[in-house]
């Protein structure tokens, strides 16, 4: 079946840092991509998402670019903010049928002032 | 625009006993889907509903299940309470059931203890 492999957690980082976390999946046909961002306290929000082959998705200073060859989806952000500190989840949508995500075990990020 | 609402916020319950938790989509959006997220994991597909009909099911037991009303909001119902279905349980929704790139929009969930 499907799934999601991220990179295992926890993070730590200094703010204006780099950051990857690093994803890739398993799937059958050309799934669509994406990252949800769960802050403390709040539900999973969309943080981007790509469609197809080298589409690059990208929001709020994040990217993350859909490379089929190595089937991953790799999120980067050129300089973290504390205000980055939440958990980071990788998903995909097979195509057609129900919009079933699979989704990744969360990258727990935080960042130091 | 009201975004997506759960109730209960948190509940307690026992082995053995049963429980319902609400969803309210998000304003024109006809599509509901429900999840479990256990401590630490990232969330589980249970299924989803499209247009008042189960559109979808992940790999949960049949003592799992739901509904759809005419104004699209939805009830997920668990009978025989069992320990492992302690989790947060996370009610999202969207457009168009069978698109797999539209987004879909998340409630804050329900907190589920069994005891």
């Known amino acids: 079946g499907n799934s999601v492999t991220q990179m295992e957690g926890p993070v730590t980082l200094s703010e204006e840092a780099f950051l990857t976390i690093n994803c890739t999946y398993t799937a059958t046909g050309y799934p669509s991509l994406f990252w949800y961002v769960q802050y403390p306290g709040e539900g999973l929000q969309l943080l981007l998402k790509a469609t197809k082959a080298d589409d690059k998705g990208s929001n709020k200073g994040f990217e993350a670019t859909y490379r089929k060859e190595t089937t991953s989806f790799h999120l980067e952000k050129g300089s973290v903010q504390v205000s980055d500190s939440a958990v980071y989840f990788c998903a995909l949508s097979d195509e057609g049928g129900a919009q079933k995500l699979v989704f990744g075990q969360g990258t727990r990020l935080t960042i130091n002032p | 625009e009201t975004g997506v609402t759960q109730s209960p916020t948190h509940l307690i319950k026992t082995r053995g006993q049963q429980v319902t938790l609400r969803c309210s989509s998000q304003?024109?959006?006809?599509?509901v889907s429900w999840y479990q997220q256990a401590l630490g994991q990232g969330p589980q597909f249970i299924f989803q509903?499209?247009?008042?009909?189960?559109?979808g099911r992940g790999n949960f037991p049949p003592r799992f299940s739901g509904l759809q009303f005419p104004n699209y909001s939805s009830e997920l119902n668990v009978n025989a309470l069992e320990l492992d279905d302690s989790a947060l349980y996370l009610c999202a929704s969207s457009l168009g059931g069978t698109v797999s790139y539209n987004e879909q929009f998340f409630g804050p969930g329900t907190r589920l203890t069994v005891l």
């Open positions: 509903y499209y247009r008042e009909e189960e559109n």
């Open positions: 304003s024109g959006h006809n599509t």
